[in-house]
């Protein structure tokens, strides 16, 4: 061999020598040992088997025997329906949150003063409470309409007489009318209160955009 390329070649022997213990020991600090539960008793292994993928776990360094990381259990198909619901009920969320968000700056932009913005919120809970008083009269004359029908059918009954289709078909009419009004004045009462909540809201987002803004301080340059 040329002198010139044995020191060469020497190193090269070198490096294949070690190059595999070196990768022993690079796999030997990785390798990790896992515990998981197993007919309610505790069960540890340097390999999980095929019945413990899906546990949750604990995952630990051979090397310095502390917990590297933690591995929860497979959801069950009815817990990620439930999940994806959960998913999507969120994204909804955060959606009308941003969506109120730009009503609010919207609004805020709209009203040259606080008293205007505070008045159009005035209009709308009048509007509202009107809304409520109404439906609470229809409530009240669908009530006692359907208490006359349900006494003419009983009356009917004591008597010993068969209750009138004509008199069965309005009570069951009238009676899923006065379900849905309740449901609706249910509503409007859910929005009333809401709309303090919005105008508080609004009222801060006005002041932020709208309130006096600090002037900038311009150094002064000192003469000569």
Known sequence: MNKLYAPLALALMAALLTAPASAQKAAGDKKKLYCWNEGGRKVCGDALPATAVDSARTEISTKSGLPTG????????????????????DRQN????????????????????E???RRAFND???LLDDTIKAAQ???????????????????????????????TGTIRTQHAELMRQQGLLAAHRQNRSEIDV????????YRT?????????????GGT
């Open 70 to 89: 933690q591995v929860g259990r497979a959801l069950t198909a009815e817990e990620r329906v439930a999940a994806a619901a959960q998913a999507e009920i």
């Open 94 to 113: 955060q959606f009308k949150a941003a969506a109120q968000r730009m009503r609010e700056h919207a609004m805020a932009e709209s009203y040259s003063t």
């Open 115 to 117: 008293a205007d913005l």
């Open 124 to 126: 709308r809970i009048a």
């Open 137 to 167: 009269l229809s409530i009240g004359g669908l009530r006692q309409s359907l208490i006359s029908l349900l006494r003419q059918a009983g009356e009917a009954e004591l008597a010993g007489k068969p209750v009138p289709a004509n008199l």
């Open 198 to 205: 919005e105008l508080d809201h609004a009222l801060q987002t």
């Open 209 to 221: 955009l709208k309130g006096p803004k600090t002037p900038a301080v311009v150094p002064m340059q």
